[in-house]
């Protein structure tokens, strides 16, 4: 098989299928991505993938080019994994990557070949590479078409692709079904043998389409409804962490991406939710996404939040364009969209620290992965080396991206950095009770506190737990008996 478009995406299922035993082919137009990863460097951080790339590399299932002709000889079944970034001045997708691919590809297809879809697309991709394929391909080959999206998150790429929670196949025949199940042999093989199921859901093409950015729009309607609870308990003197807490014990709502703070960000939920919005409006079905739009200014409104929570704590004038830091020092930790990635795309934490600095703030920003990607970006910030360097006479600390190092540094040594004890804890991840007691004026975010919860009750202001743990059992103290009054 092979993987055209080894970005993120591409690569990532191209090094985990040759892991399976596949025979595999990396397809790029970028010639330094291809000789990077044909030297074995994957160029971004993912978990588990430098060492997987290596491995078979060396066993000789893996390779890379930049040749169609090549990709076109070597596959039975192949992947479109490009990138689908937002148009340039406007909110719906770019589809020249696919375009490119798609055509590159079909002009040097010799015989019968699936061509899967993976990438993020309006829904009406599938049938529009059809007809590319149709124009570039003579009709006697019988090259087919199938749409896969992918749901794998940045951080755990490489178990998402080995072990998805679903696989869904938008499918026109019999044929592409047991082509993309052959496909995905490997997959279902590891989870029988690990006792799993992997639930498969085979559907249309629309469907297919519409599953991932449904998905995606889900997940960011969830974070913008806890983060529009943040604002009011922000009025109303509620605390928004105890608050996803309560909610998330129903099993019905779920605790998973109920985590308050500074928003979402990275290369697919924002663009993905702009993107849906644009095609429905097309289809006509406009009115239907539109509380999308009200998810993303929810977003971008927590960003703005932290710079009034800092001007406030600093006892900066408010202005007329914003708040004026005049050159406070304000360490921001944390660059990336979120922790164990490099990327900064869309990023809230980088996204602040810009706006900071452009407010008058002299901004020191520290990232553990994320710094090459965000001077690329932010060239004028200042980049501290270190946790220790950022904190260094610091008048105010705000942790913006919850890295361990970040959730686990230790308030009392920081303190004795800082210039000013001030901390804005952007993603509600520290333990607000151990920073204020280190002399801290602590502030999350959605009116997170910091004075211990009342005794008897179950704690409130305690880290809050990984997006990704399991929740807590509940702990309701009860007595040893309890009687009831006959009625
Ligand atoms: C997202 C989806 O989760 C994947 O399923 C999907 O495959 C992927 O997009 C994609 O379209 O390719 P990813 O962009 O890696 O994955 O990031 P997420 O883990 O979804 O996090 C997105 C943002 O939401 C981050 O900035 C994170 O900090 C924020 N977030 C997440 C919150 O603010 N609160 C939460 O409770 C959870």
Redesign the pocket.
Known sequence: MTFVGTG??GATYAVCFAELGYEVLGVDVDVARIAALSAGAVPFHEPGLDEMLRRNLAAGRLRFTTSYRETADFGDVHFICVGTPQRPGGTGADLSYVEAAVTGLARHLTRRVLIVGKS?VPVGTAEWIEQLVAKHTDPELGIEVAWS?????????VE?VLRPNRIVAGLRSEWADDMLHAAHLGILELAAAEGREVPVVVTDFATAELV?VA??AF??T??SF??AMAEVCEVAGGDVTQLARAIGYDPRIGN??????????????PK?IRAFQARAQELGAGEALRFLHEVDLINQRRRSKVLQLAAELLGCPPGPAGPRFGDARIAVLGAT???R?D?VR???ALAIAAALARSGADVHVYDPEGMANAVLVQPDLNFAESLDDAVRDAELVCVL??WPQFRTADPVRLGRLAATRLVIDG?NCLDAAAWSAAGWQYRGLGGRAATPAPPGRTAGNRAAPD?DSPAGRPAIPRPATRSVAAR
Not at 256 to 269: D, E, I, T
């Open positions: 993120y995406l993020t999206p992918e749901f794998l998150q940045e951080g755990f790429a998402d991932k998905a995606n997940l960011a969830k974070i806890i983060n998973r991406f109920l985590q308050a703070g500074v928003g979402f960000g990275g290369g697919c939920l993905d969209f979120k922790p990635s990327d869309d990023s809230p991206t919850e993603r997006h």
